[in-house]
């Protein structure tokens, strides 16, 4: 328990273990733990150190968190008619403790022990304790004796009178990790027995890695990352110390892309490979040594981003030093790669707890993911983020940036269409009833501003329309017409008008149909698409470059948005979406300052000084949430598709 950053107490009863608990300061952790427990020291970390639950339990052992404690307490004090069991029989013993633990020994290095919380342990060695007396229960629990007529231990009761209450009580899968509480000396061997034939090391480095991941990264980062990740944990290096170091990595490998020398692509490709393998030791990190945190969880979300789109710039910066401008080729990665992830997004938040949730292309995808090579073929044409990343190095390293970001732009399109054919087909032939929250992440996702919100008020009442219909209308009326009439003239202003009515439209009502999952990833791409198209037919110089910051300050938004109501806290404030005006207001606004400012390098200003501004609005707002975040702790499992 010490080895974990728990200081121990004794405890004679259930009596002294209530008021063992009541000394320790409110915002601890704390637990209880029989002292009879044999297992291994892994299974106790489980069951006692992850942040991410208000409470968890493991055979002989429960920790509560400070949300749970007050339930806790309340199942040590006996209700006015259960059994008196303040009095110990001979045979009890107890051990408490309170106060930060110095950690010791080669598993309690730095951040992965808990310091500052407690570890109460209840009943002797070799006793069966007063809470085994006969007949005696814990409020709201089962029977002290179990079916075969043995004692439990105490914190399988308080687990179970945990759960009687409400509180959600987690208990880890344990694998062939061992825990348990033996009732005899023979047990006692065999359980000990159990845990010398079962390597606890080795079952926590295979626990760092995650269980689904791609293969790029299953069979050429992962055997070796896990490792790193081991080393950093022993020398207390937390995991957002590595999501950090990730990034600079990643920094520094766009600012040798920049150089447009075949020798700084060569060293690009180098370092964004490191970098990923740092992006992938940040996660084992967390996993070897539960440090889950929501400010972990968003800066590894984002900073992923951050790292994918910096590098983009630095190919196209690099490329323009040598004659060649790729920025619309930058720009487009960037728009399809968000618009592929806000699919995706939008599709797991509207099914997130749909009711008969089932169709006969869901069932064909669970049984081709039973079979070996489909699942691996399954998970490479969608180029998640490892085959992203190696294609990019490889081809940065070998080719030209205008190569690179032809084969992003190739296989990006390839899998959002794969994507998105299978998710269509499960939309049309389930039959499923969504939910006010589904409905109500999706309109956080629609990113709804003033104008369409208005319009959306005036239709309230109007007759339900084919809602991904009317978004796409208006979504692809706005991109023509920014493509196809004269630049510089009033029709994409029109057309920007037409697009923010017809958004109104489509969340006028619930987004409660079986495909408007679609209406935000079609707002995001008539707002990313236009800006595109309106900033790459001007004839203001550096306007690519300026709608590249433009687009990657609004998706770093919208990432945000997402992540905030993944952490269960909801979409960011109303005024800040009406402060940089909703998609829609957005679009409207460059279709005007392409009317407006049509000559000269007014239009590349304007949408720089726009880039900045909603940058500054989003950054500075998300830096205050997430610092003084009370999300629970989550860890993001890296990016789906």
């Not at 009761?157 to 959600?168: H, I, Q, R, T, Y």
């Not at 998640?384 to 084969?407: D, K, S």
């Not at 109007?462 to 017409?481: D, E, K």
């Amino acid at each position: 328990m010490r080895s974990l950053g728990f200081d121990v107490r004794i405890a004679a009863d259930e009596r002294e273990t209530a008021a063992l608990l009541a000394a320790v300061p409110a915002a601890e952790r704390v637990a209880v733990v029989d002292p009879r427990f044999v297992g291994h020291v892994h299974a106790l970390r489980l069951a006692l150190t992850d942040p991410r639950f208000p409470a968890a339990t493991a055979p002989g052992a429960l920790t509560a968190q400070p949300e749970a404690r007050p339930a806790l307490v309340r199942a040590l004090t006996a209700g006015p008619d259960a059994p008196d069991r303040s009095a110990p029989t001979p045979a009890t013993g107890a051990t408490a403790a309170t106060g930060p633990a110095t950690p010791t020994g080669p598993d309690a290095t730095g951040p992965e022990t808990a310091p500052g919380t407690t570890a109460p342990s209840t009943t002797g060695p070799d006793a069966t304790g007063p809470e085994a007396a006969p007949g005696t229960t814990a409020p709201g629990a089962a029977p002290v004796r179990a079916a075969g007529g043995e004692p439990r231990p105490l914190p399988d009761l308080l687990a179970d009178a945990l759960s009687a209450e409400g509180v959600a009580v987690h208990r880890p899968e344990l694998g062939s990790l061992v825990a348990a509480v033996p009732a005899d000396p023979q047990s006692r061997k065999e359980t000990r027995d159990a845990v010398a034939a079962v390597d606890d090391e080795a079952v926590r480095l295979r626990s760092a890695v995650k269980a689904r991941d791609g293969f790029f990264t299953t069979f050429f980062i992962s055997p070796y990352s896990r490792y790193i990740a081991r080393w950093c944990a022993r020398r207390g290096l937390t995991p957002n110390q590595v999501t950090t170091a990730s990034l600079l990595t990643a920094l520094v490998a766009a600012g040798c892309a920049a150089t447009g020398t075949r020798g700084g692509y060569v060293a690009a490709g180098l370092l964004l490979l490191f970098s990923f393998v740092l992006d992938c030791t940040d996660g084992q990190l967390a996993r070897y040594s539960l440090q889950y945190s929501t400010m972990g969880a968003w800066l590894d979300a984002t900073f992923d981003r951050a790292k994918e789109y910096a590098y983009y710039a630095g190919l196209a910066l690099g490329a323009a030093r040598g004659g060649d401008d790729v920025w619309a080729l930058a720009l487009g990665a960037m728009v399809l790669q968000t618009c592929r992830h806000v699919v995706d997004f939008s599709f797991n938040e509207a099914n997130h707890d749909a009711t008969a949730n089932t169709s006969p292309t869901a069932a064909l995808s669970d049984k081709l993911d039973s079979r070996g090579w489909t699942v691996w073929v399954r998970r490479m044409i969608v180029l998640p983020i490892g085959e992203r990343w190696a294609m990019i190095a490889v081809l940065t390293a070998v080719t030209t940036p205008r190569v690179v970001f032809w084969a992003l732009l190739i296989g990006c399109a390839f899998a959002a269409c794969y994507t998105t054919a299978g998710r269509l087909l499960r939309s049309l032939t389930r039959k499923a009833r969504r939910t006010d929250r589904a409905a109500r992440a999706l309109a956080d996702l629609a990113d709804s501003g003033p104008l369409a919100q208005g319009f959306a008020a005036a239709f309230r009442n109007a007759p339900r329309t084919l809602v991904p219909v009317t978004a796409l209308a208006g979504a692809a009326a706005v991109v023509a017409t920014a493509a196809l009439t004269p630049f510089g003239g009033p029709w994409p202003v029109v057309a920007a008008l037409g697009y923010a009515l017809t958004s109104g439209i489509a969340v006028a009502r619930p987004l409660k149909g079986a495909l408007d999952w679609l209406v935000p990833p079609v707002f995001r791409a008539a707002e990313y698409v236009t800006v595109l198209v309106l900033a790459a037919r001007s004839d203001a110089p550096q306007a690519l470059p300026a709608a590249f910051g433009l687009v990657a300050a609004v998706a770093y938004h919208h990432y945000d948005t997402v992540y905030r109501i993944r952490g269960g806290t909801g979409a960011p404030p109303a005024w800040l979406v009406r402060t940089i005006g909703g998609h829609e207001g957005r679009t409207l606004v460059v279709a005007v300052l392409a009317a407006v400012l049509a000559s000269g390098n007014g239009f590349t200003l304007a949408l720089t000084a726009l880039a900045v501004a909603v940058a500054l609005v989003v950054l500075v707002e998300s830096i205050r949430f997430w610092v003084s975040s009370g999300a629970p702790a989550v860890h993001d499992e890296g990016e789906p598709a």
